[in-house]
Structures are given as structure tokens and as C-alpha cells.
């Protein structure tokens, strides 16, 4: 049973940090993209920030880029999204999502993950 479990989220004051994590189980996801995905209500899943296990490669959303670092611990098999310098827009929910890699993938794009953690919550507080 392939799993991805999110923890860490909460209720922080503006300019506060939160660690996110994810655990992985069922399977090795050493060909996936590892990305984090955020939904605030009334608003569409927004892509958030990716890494590659294999090639250690990132990506960050613009909204997040200077302020939120992704990396994972392969011995872990868990991914993690710290958070700093949150701001009242960061509020949403936080999911964590799988995808393999292949030619011409978007990792911006939600379609692209076929595993989908249950989301955790983060509210940032001004």
C-alpha cells in the first residue's frame, strides 16, 4: 500500500518557520519527483516547491523561492518543506505528492502525481 503521510503543520505568527514532513511507504521512489502542493480555500492546488531523490534537483515556486527549502533523507524515506518567514498568504493546506519522472513532465502541474498525501494544515497568523 503506497502511502505519503504529511505532519508538521500548525499555527504560527507571521514571520514564524514550520517544518514540514512527509513519509513514504510502499514502495521506493527513487525514479519520483518529490513535491509539495498547497490549497487555500476558495483557490485551485498550487504547486509549492519539488525535488528529484535521484539527481537532487529542485524547484520552487516564485510565491516561495528565498523562504522555503525542500530536501528529503532517503534513509527516511521522508521529504521535507522548511518554512520560513511565513506570511498570512502561506495559510493553506499543505499536500505532499509523488510523480515519476519522464520526458516532457510538467512538475508544476498537479496531473503529473499520481500519490497524494491527506494534506496538513498551516495557518499563519498576521
Known amino acids: 500500500q503506497v502511502q505519503l503521510v504529511e505532519s508538521g503543520g500548525g499555527l504560527v505568527q507571521a514571520g514564524g518557520s514550520l517544518r514540514l514532513s512527509c513519509a513514504t511507504s510502499g514502495r521506493t521512489f527513487s525514479n519520483y519527483l518529490m513535491a509539495w502542493f498547497r490549497q487555500a480555500p476558495g483557490k485551485e492546488r498550487e504547486f509549492v516547491a519539488a525535488i528529484n531523490w535521484s539527481g537532487g534537483s529542485v524547484y520552487y515556486a516564485d510565491s516561495v523561492k528565498g523562504r522555503f527549502t525542500i530536501s528529503r533523507d532517503n534513509a527516511k524515506n521522508t521529504v521535507y518543506l522548511q518554512m520560513n518567514s511565513l506570511e498570512p498568504e502561506d495559510t493553506a493546506v499543505y499536500y505532499c505528492?509523488?510523480?515519476?519522472?519522464?520526458?516532457?513532465?510538467?512538475?508544476?502541474?498537479?496531473?503529473?502525481?499520481?500519490?497524494w498525501g491527506q494534506g496538513t494544515q498551516v495557518t499563519v497568523s498576521s
Open positions: 505528492a509523488a510523480g515519476l519522472v519522464y520526458r516532457g513532465f510538467d512538475y508544476s502541474r498537479a496531473p503529473f502525481y499520481k500519490y
